[in-house]
């Protein structure tokens, strides 16, 4: 399965933003611009989906702080669409799914508005509805050569995915629990890097801890996940070694551990027999360097070296878990500059089939990607978050503009934003789609 695009509405500050995803690609933009917004919303978007009726009311109505207030766009419905490819036993299928509900308001409740689900095969002319809801009514397909006419009774704060997909005798009830089962990884490469590797993490009876990889690893158990990709899958852990010490040489060796702090203190022996025995272990990462004479926890490196670690880390998780999409927000921070390509090829490979969507405020980013798979941020009056791709006939004729200036194609585009106050401005126009 591959998302393939994503589009929202009435989020923050987001009017409305399409993206068309690829194996990588980026939101560029001077800071406080809304792209930490977008991948919120996407994160929003998602999780919504699989939660219950109640708990759809309750995000609605917890959701404040996205609650559009722009002048703009205040009393906008949220709207989450995405397309998605499958391709299964030879026939190519697109799926299209997307919803929208009101945001709480003084005098009104938050509610579904609409819904649809529709479905094209590469033997179809043109798409098939299987849901299509408005706000007063909702109507599914209930066989293959009937018409989305079977009207189905549902709550105002229930999705018609959610319900249909208890319906086991529907014919695309794969189709629907494929949607409901999206993951996508958040990759939060803005917090702080000492909270990357905690070693002092002890299983005690409730735990997030695994014996597996079939999980993605949070914060206090990337060294747990790293030890049991050694053990599970030597190849994926062979990749990871190298990915690192390509990247930062001064790291001759690595090693993830698992200490048995019960075995540790042996004059403590318990009652062999009793019914449960709660296991109490610490994971590390063990690093050797050039430099040093001895080996060292990895909470000892830099941030920057940590957040490498962190990122290629939750790459290999996502790729192993078939994850669609991984976000990474601000790339950039705590690496230095001369790693940008390297660490982009480095990600793009280890990914797989999982596509990238990253965020960064760097102008060098766009010496590494291609012009096409980025999404500018379009200075405007409103303070909207309004991103657009350069066209692509135009991108021969802003690499010419760059070079005349003794610029690169980053600098030249952040530069011409410069002057853009407003998204009708005659150089928006000219470059942008």
């Known amino acids: 399965m591959k998302i393939s695009k994503i589009t929202i509405e009435g989020f923050a500050n987001i009017d409305k933003v399409s993206l068309s995803l690829s194996n990588i690609c980026a939101l560029l933009a001077y800071n406080n611009f809304g792209k930490s917004n977008i991948l919120e919303a996407i994160s929003f978007g998602f999780r919504y989906l699989i939660a219950e009726a109640s708990e759809k ?33 030879g026939v ?15 005098k ?5 508005k609409a819904e649809y689900l529709k479905i094209k095969s590469t033997e179809d002319l043109k798409p098939k509805s299987y849901i299509r809801r408005n706000d007063s009514s909702c109507f599914y397909l209930s066989s293959e050569a009937g018409r989305c006419s079977s009207k189905l009774d549902i709550d105002p704060n229930q999705l018609a995915l959610n319900k249909l997909s208890n319906y086991d005798n529907l014919f ?9 089962n999206i993951k996508i990884v958040e990759t939060n490469a803005l917090a702080d890097p000492k909270t990357f590797f905690r070693t002092i993490e002890v299983i005690n009876g409730h735990t997030s801890f695994t014996d597996g990889i079939d999980t993605i690893p949070d914060f206090s158990t990337c060294a747990n996940f790293m030890y049991n990709l050694k053990n599970s899958d030597s190849h994926k852990y062979n990749l990871l070694q190298d990915a690192i010490k390509q990247l930062i040489p001064d790291i001759i060796d690595f090693e993830p551990i698992k200490v048995d702090l019960k075995k540790q203190v042996a004059k403590f022996k318990g009652n062999k027999d009793i019914p449960f025995d709660f296991p109490e272990y610490i994971y590390d990462i ?13 909470e000892k490196l830099s941030s920057g070296t940590k957040r490498i670690f962190y990122l290629l880390l939750m790459t290999i998780a996502a790729a192993h878990n078939n994850v669609p999409l991984m976000m990474i927000e601000e790339l950039e921070n705590s690496i230095h500059p001369s790693l940008f390509q390297r660490l982009l090829i480095t990600i793009r490979r280890l990914a797989n089939d999982t596509q990238i969507l990253l965020t960064s405020h760097s102008p060098y980013l766009l010496q590494y990607l291609k012009p096409e798979t980025l999404y500018i941020g379009i200075p405007n009056d409103e303070n909207l978050a309004i991103f657009k791709r350069v066209k692509h006939s135009k991108i021969n004729s802003l690499l010419k503009e760059a070079s005349s200036y003794d610029m690169s194609l980053g600098d030249f585009i952040f530069d011409m934003l410069a002057d853009i106050h407003d998204q009708s401005d005659d150089v928006v126009s000219k470059y942008f789609e």
């Open 92 to 106: 190519k299928r697109i799926v299209t799914y997307g919803y929208s509900f009101s945001w709480p308001q003084k």
């Open 286 to 298: 063990r690093v050797q360097e050039k430099s040093l004479n001895q080996q060292i926890t990895i």
């Open 57 to 89: 009311k309750n995000r609605m109505n917890r959701s404040l702080n996205y609650i559009p207030i722009n002048n703009a766009t205040a009393g906008k419905d949220f709207l989450f669409e995405f397309e998605i490819e499958f391709n299964n036993q």
């Open 108 to 112: 009104q409740t938050s509610s579904i």
């Open 172 to 180: 695309y009830i794969g189709i629907l629990k494929e949607i409901l």
